[in-house]
């Protein structure tokens, strides 16, 4: 039935993103820029895809960031233009997906006052995909108690600072624990908002938002091994209500001690089993430490979240493919940034460590 009128509102956004995503580099791309001596080569090679002629006014020498903030900024305007095509409910599952760039904007801001920064500098490094009107706002602020209040009244993203934190957490707490405590807020609200669009976009975004949040509760387990910061009673706290884990493997995950405990959990998951593989062994052999098996992970990590937003475009009719694009243009940024760093530093033996889309 939802396909039945889907069409009606959605149906042009829907091909727009579809063909975006056809522009998505592919292997035989990436094997023309590996080649590249430099990264004057690198941007004629790149100005044969999609991507186009974006690094044309750049004056030389070029660097790797310019790079990554023009393929950004292609992305954004991609964004925007969808959202400004968008109606309801599109358009509001695309504010929920700007609401994680506004946190890591406001945090950004919440750790510039706590150092005594000047915010209106720390404005130009914040993601413009989380810039909403009233940000400059924020940055009158002279100390964390006002920046609380004017986060409560000014931003979208109010109601998850407003449930989850008072003015004195900001001041008393780890930035990270901040991040963490209001991100998952966010996700067990996106997910409960995706939860009443019904199917298939249901089935296709509860699917990929449980893994971030499964994902973020590993990373909050491992990362918290060794750390007086962070209790145990605080890290369960940390753990999004959602994903494949929650409930039984979050209540164990809160207790565990080492790596090998995160490992049994993850092995009650056929599609996590593989996170570790390998790992074990390189540990028990002393090969890896704790951080070797933690970088090990964020990489298996980025692969499976690649393979989950791929199949959300097997699906018609649904919003997931809006989401999915976003996130597997993020991954496509984050290869060229790779290489264009590698071709920088002439480590060519590390320029094949990047994870490739199509």
């Known amino acids: 039935m939802e396909g039945l009128f889907f069409n009606v509102?959605?149906?042009?956004?829907?091909?727009?993103?579809?063909?975006?995503?056809?522009?998505?580099?592919?292997?035989?791309?990436?094997?023309?820029?590996?080649?590249?001596?430099?990264?004057?080569d690198f941007k004629t090679q790149l100005s044969a895809t999609d991507y186009g002629n974006f690094l044309a006014n750049e004056p030389s020498p070029l660097s790797t960031a310019t790079i990554t903030d023009k393929a950004t900024q292609i992305l954004v305007d991609q964004f925007n233009f969808l959202r400004t095509n968008?109606?309801?409910?599109?358009?509001?599952?695309?504010?929920?997906?700007?609401?994680?760039?506004?946190?890591?904007?406001?945090?950004?801001?919440?750790?510039?006052?706590?150092?005594?920064?000047?915010?209106?500098?720390?404005?130009?490094?914040?993601?413009?995909?989380?810039?909403?009107?009233?940000?400059?706002?924020?940055?009158?602020?002279?100390?964390?108690?006002?920046?609380?209040?004017?986060?409560?009244?000014?931003?979208?993203?109010?109601?998850?600072?407003?449930?989850?934190?008072?003015?004195?957490?900001?001041?008393?707490?780890?930035?990270?624990?901040?991040?963490?405590?209001?991100?998952?807020?966010?996700?067990?609200?996106?997910?409960?908002?995706?939860s009443t669009l019904g199917s298939p976009t249901a089935d296709v975004m509860q699917n990929i938002l449980g893994f971030e949040a499964d994902r973020r509760t590993i990373n909050i387990t491992i990362n918290s091994f060794d750390t007086a910061e962070l209790s145990k009673e605080q890290r369960a706290k940390l753990f999004p209500a959602i994903g494949r884990l929650f409930p039984a493997g979050n209540n164990i995950l809160a207790k565990a001690d080492d790596i090998d405990q995160v490992r049994q959990v993850c092995e009650n998951v056929g599609e996590y089993r593989s996170f570790f593989d390998n790992s074990a062994s390189a540990q028990n052999n002393g090969d890896l430490g704790d951080l070797g098996v933690a970088a090990q992970l964020e990489e298996r990590f980025f692969r499976m979240e690649v393979h989950l937003n791929k199949l959300s475009f097997l699906q018609q009719f649904q919003y997931g493919v809006?989401?999915?694009?976003?996130?597997?243009?993020?991954?496509?940024?984050?290869?060229?940034?790779?290489?264009?760093?590698?071709?920088a530093q002439d480590a060519r033996d590390r320029m094949h460590d990047f994870i490739p889309i199509f």
């Open 86 to 194: 968008a109606v309801e409910p599109l358009s509001k599952f695309l504010d929920y997906i700007t609401y994680a760039y506004m946190i890591d904007n406001v945090v950004l801001l919440i750790t510039g006052t706590l150092h005594e920064r000047d915010t209106h500098e720390l404005l130009e490094r914040c993601h413009p995909l989380g810039i909403f009107d009233t940000m400059p706002a924020l940055c009158v602020a002279t100390n964390v108690e006002e920046l609380y209040q004017s986060v409560l009244v000014e931003t979208p993203i109010a109601p998850y600072f407003r449930d989850c934190l008072s003015a004195a957490d900001l001041d008393d707490l780890n930035i990270e624990i901040i991040r963490n405590t209001v991100y998952k807020a966010y996700l067990e609200d996106f997910y409960n908002y995706v």
């Open 9 to 40: 509102n959605c149906g042009f956004l829907e091909g727009i993103v579809r063909g975006y995503k056809s522009g998505t580099l592919t292997q035989a791309h990436y094997a023309s820029l590996t080649q590249c001596e430099t990264l004057e």
């Open 322 to 343: 809006f989401y999915s694009y976003m996130k597997l243009k993020e991954q496509e940024i984050r290869n060229i940034t790779w290489i264009a760093e590698c071709i």
